[in-house]
């Protein structure tokens, strides 16, 4: 297993997210609803894995294959529908990587990506206590991303608790 690497926060990642959004936009055209920068690296000053995630909603659940098609016929690794009706694509580069959320207009899990996201967002305190809950499970994990990912989720639900009393 490869170590989980967590990394200070790097001011290019709006760029690199711009980038990519722009590359998937052109992809995509008219397919795309919206493409939003989600994940800890779309969080100014938040510590984070150096993978830029990605949101893209399609207009329609319609219009999902055609998008699934287009995504998989360029440079991204195809990984199928991760059980919340969002379909996972990845694509390497040197230090850094892009993870792709493919989903259709209704999707619950991509309301609530983005719920976390502005909430850590105006909350600096809760994006530092999750800093150094990620850094501490990195190390704890020994290249187990399940531990990892399972570690943080009761901090996330607790999130998205409070973001949505706000």
């Not at 329609?60 to 009706?85: C, N, Q, T, W, Y």
């Not at 187990?144 to 608790?161: A, I, M, P, Q």
């Given at each position: 297993?490869?170590?989980?690497?967590?990394?200070?926060?790097?001011?290019?990642?709006?760029?690199?997210?711009?980038?990519?959004?722009?590359?998937?936009?052109?992809?995509?055209?008219?397919?795309?609803?919206?493409?939003d920068h989600i994940g800890?690296?779309?969080?100014?000053?938040?510590?984070?894995?150096?993978?830029?995630?990605?949101?893209?909603?399609?207009?329609?659940?319609?219009?999902?294959?055609?998008?699934?098609?287009?995504?998989?016929?360029?440079?991204?690794?195809?990984?199928?529908?991760?059980?919340?009706?969002?379909?996972?694509?990845?694509?390497?580069?040197?230090?850094?990587?892009?993870?792709?959320?493919?989903?259709?207009?209704?999707?619950?899990?991509?309301?609530?990506?983005?719920?976390?996201?502005?909430?850590?967002?105006?909350?600096?305190?809760?994006?530092?206590?999750?800093?150094?809950?990620?850094?501490?499970?990195?190390?704890?994990?020994?290249?187990?991303?399940?531990?990892?990912?399972?570690?943080?989720?009761?901090?996330?639900?607790?999130?998205?608790?409070?973001?949505?009393?706000?």
């Amino acid at each position: 297993m490869r170590a989980i690497k967590v990394v200070d926060y790097d001011p290019s990642w709006p760029r690199l997210f711009g980038e990519i959004r722009g590359e998937v936009a052109a992809l995509l055209g008219s397919l795309a609803l919206s493409i939003d920068h989600i994940g800890s690296t779309s969080v100014p000053g938040l510590a984070a894995k150096p993978k830029i995630d990605l949101d893209v909603v399609a207009i329609s659940d319609d219009v999902l294959p055609m998008a699934i098609d287009a995504i998989s016929a360029v440079d991204f690794v195809f990984h199928g529908d991760r059980g919340e009706k969002r379909w996972a694509f990845t694509r390497d580069h040197d230090g850094y990587g892009f993870r792709l959320y493919l989903c259709g207009p209704a999707n619950h899990a991509h309301r609530e990506r983005l719920l976390f996201r502005d909430y850590l967002r105006d909350h600096p305190g809760r994006a530092t206590a999750y800093a150094g809950l990620k850094r501490r499970l990195a190390m704890e994990a020994h290249g187990d991303s399940d531990f990892y990912t399972g570690g943080k989720t009761e901090f996330v639900n607790e999130t998205l608790r409070l973001a949505k009393l706000a």
